[in-house]
């Protein structure tokens, strides 16, 4: 796999490179991934909502062909696009989610971080009074407020084309959380978002980059 870091870049010359790589790539074209931070922006993905934009304001809405619901792109997110053939790998868009949600999952490992996953909700999630807790989720999520204790950490959203990948996986590190409040992230009212920094870890974007570019390329 060809690891790519491209640095800061706008999210949709980004996107169309994407397609653009996915469109013309040959059954034995090398699979690459692309680490990069956006300027700030909205993705919408192909199931969102208008209602679930409350108050945009200055920050631009780009229209995608991902799945999921709004979430927010910006400085200080290290975004991953695996660019994957996965017939050629020999697994499943499933398994190809469990190997994406695990990979985010050895990172936060790494920086003393327990990750969790919830059922129904993709994406990687962390205790709020204890994100260290190496505690299982059990029982049932509470049918009033499902991510009660939760905060949502890293968000996942796919493009699967002829049996090629393109999106993927962001990770938030230490970045302006605000616009979150000005959207119900991954379609969800009240979700509340955190990165590293506000869990009391302190890194570089380059580190978290290095490290879930390692644990990327070797589950992919």
Known sequence: MDVRFLGQVAYSSTYEAMQSFTANRLPDTPDELWLCEHPPVFTQGLAGLASHLLM??????????????????GPGQVVAYPLVN??????YVKEYVFKLEESVIRTLAHFGVTGHRLAGAPGIYVRLDDPCSHAALVGPAPTNDPFKGL????????????HCTY???ALNVAMDLQPFDLINPCG???LKTVDLFTIGVETTWD????????????RL
């Open 188 to 190: 969800y009212a009240g």
């Open 56 to 73: 945009p304001g200055h920050i631009p809405v780009v229209q995608t062909n991902r799945g999921g619901q709004v979430t927010f792109h």
């Open 86 to 91: 996965l017939q050629r790998a020999g697994y």
């Open 151 to 162: 905060g949502k950490i890293s968000a996942l959203g796919l493009k699967v084309s002829r």
């Open 207 to 218: 580190d978290a980059a290095r490290v879930l570019a390692a644990q990327l390329a070797a």
């Open 167 to 169: 999106h993927g996986a």
